[in-house]
């Protein structure tokens, strides 16, 4: 696809995406849509890429649906609509699907849709000025939106994601990270510089061991139990182990060298 709304730059093994359309605080139309789960669900099989970093253009980080484009879009019955509600929420699970960590870096606005996105990452980093709520709920429609009512309860709990998305109230920078929603909040001017730093401590892993955590982490989460997720853990190390990847960084640590790990991972 020919991006239009996404900037998109390849650093060594990580892709930095940017959201682009700063002059409407990057809120999600149906091109911008269209071209993040263009690129979520084409990313499961870039091994190349090994982390991602999202952010947004402007002071803002999505301010979520482009009500102004929707107010004017034809109306397509019930089938159409959910149709065109699929076609967002593919978004998020193409991002919990692909096996490359997301790091979402938070500067003003997440609301809505763009809070869906924050969520759907990995790890969020925020500036102070962070504003993020469950919008939906606020426009006539449910707070449980593109993956929010899944997301939300399992970082925060149920008695904070039901004030939330009861409401539609606004949570900012410092009780975000009080509750762990968001892992740092620093300034403005450091912000990439936090990504920066974060993505190449992922990328001095192991390529086969960064994306079976990932996918390993989706999974606990739902697990039925702790043995269901020591299964997935121990399937984990023994795939891990099986690679010259494990061997070089054994290697490496008894040396005291940065380990040298192959690109392709296993």
Known sequence: MDYQHLILEPRGDA????????????ALN??????????FVGLY????????????????????????????????????????????????????????????????????????LALASDVRIATPSLK??????????SAC??????????????????ELMLTGRFIGAERAKSLGLVSAVVDPA???????????????T?????RLTKECLNHAIDAQGLEAAIAMEDRNQILCAQGEDFREGVAAFLEKRPPAYGRAGG
């Open 15 to 26: 892709l930095w995406v940017t959201m682009n359309r700063p002059e409407r605080l990057n």
């Open 30 to 39: 149906r091109r911008l849509i269209d071209e993040l789960r263009d690129l």
């Open 45 to 116: 099989w870039r091994h190349e890429v090994r982390v991602v970093v999202l952010t947004g253009a402007g002071g803002a980080f999505c301010a979520g649906l482009d009500l102004k484009e929707r107010s004017n879009a034809a109306g397509g019955g019930i089938g159409g609509g959910l149709t065109g509600q699929r076609q967002i929420s593919e978004i998020v699970i193409a991002m919990r699907r692909c096996p490359q960590p997301i790091i979402a870096l938070v500067d003003g606005a997440a609301a809505g849709g763009g809070f869906a």
């Open 132 to 141: 993020m709520n469950a919008a939906f709920i606020r426009i006539g429609l």
């Open 145 to 162: 939106d593109i993956g929010v009512s899944y997301f939300l309860p399992r970082m925060v709990g149920s008695s904070v994601a039901a």
């Open 190 to 204: 450091r912000l990439a510089a936090e990504g920066g730093t974060l993505a190449a401590e992922m990328l001095a």
């Open 206 to 210: 192991t390529p086969l061991g960064l």
